[in-house]
């Protein structure tokens, strides 16, 4: 989730967010919108709730692994690095819309009415709830958590926190955007990833890979400009 640079002219922003919307929202809002009705198409569930829950999940994962490709491919080409870059961060606010849409339906697909149990071990009335430990919980918690840090994230892409918080302090926010990266793997795995359909583990690990590599390889480039 990253935002352009603010301006002391109050043209420049409002010109700034209508050339955004024309050239990033819409374009992702149409790949968003083709990309989820593929999943409704191509899964074969019959529940909408489940196929609307997996595909805002993989779509979500996609445009946040774009987001960590982004930068990498700036210094691959040369292009300077600002604090924020306009498409990475507009992919980043879909990433966090529709990965935020994925808890909504998430939450539906199992053990609807009794969504407590996504958290706590089923007791009987009057006992006291215990805290899941099995791999089930383990995918919740880790679910839950990458929420939490997708609202901060989201909430933090605009000019005023950037202007609050200040550069530096507003980057190291966004970093949390890699420990997301981490719990989305594990919360991935953590629902039996390998049991998913073969093109959705493609997937999962064509983006898992992509991000990883283009992440290393950044990391490379700048550990030889350090040293030169």
């Not at 489940?50 to 080409?77: D, E, F």
């Not at 202007?163 to 990266?181: E, H, I, M, T």
């Amino acid at each position: 989730m990253f935002i352009a640079k603010a301006s002391n002219s109050p043209k420049l922003p409002a010109k700034r967010l209508r050339q955004r919307i024309l050239r990033h929202h819409s374009g992702l809002a149409l790949i968003t919108a083709a990309s989820m009705s593929g999943f409704c198409f191509l899964l074969s569930s019959n529940d909408p709730i489940t196929k609307w829950s997996m595909g805002t999940a993989y779509v979500s994962l996609v445009l946040l692994a774009t987001t960590l490709i982004t930068g990498p491919i700036y210094m691959l080409r040369g292009l300077p690095l600002s604090p924020s870059t306009g498409f990475r961060r507009d992919v980043g606010i879909w990433s966090a819309l529709v990965g935020l849409a994925h808890v909504i339906f998430g939450l539906q697909v199992h053990l609807r009415g009794k969504m407590w149990q996504y958290f706590f071990y089923p007791a009987h009335p009057g006992e006291p709830l215990h805290l899941r430990h099995d791999l089930f919980g383990v995918a919740n918690y880790t679910g839950l958590l990458a929420a939490i840090i997708l609202f901060l994230l989201l909430l933090s892409s605009n000019d005023l926190i950037l202007r609050l918080l200040k550069a530096k302090r507003w980057k190291n926010l966004q970093r949390l955007n890699y420990g997301l990266f981490v719990l989305v793997i594990i919360h991935s795995f953590a629902y039996h990833v390998e049991t998913r359909p073969i093109l959705l583990v493609c997937l999962f690990g064509l983006s898992v890979g992509t991000a990883v590599t283009c992440q290393l390889m950044g990391i490379w480039i700048v550990s030889r400009r350090n040293v030169t």
